[in-house]
């Protein structure tokens, strides 16, 4: 369960690091569509 865990937070986390500097509202939109995913 542990590395489910981190496995999610590694696919939020790591969009926004790439993404966010170059368009920190598109990393925002990335992160709130994969933590929508995630849920259902």
């Known amino acids: ?6 496995a999610a937070a590694g696919n939020l986390l790591l969009p926004i690091y790439y993404s966010g500097y ?3 509202a598109k990393a925002v939109f990335i ?4 933590s929508l ?3 259902h």
């Not at 369960?1 to 981190?6: D, E, L």
């Not at 992160?31 to 994969?34: G, I, M, N, P």
């Open 1 to 6: 369960m542990a590395s489910v865990v981190i």
């Open 22 to 24: 170059l368009n920190p």
């Open 31 to 34: 992160a709130y569509k994969r």
């Open 37 to 39: 995913s995630v849920r």
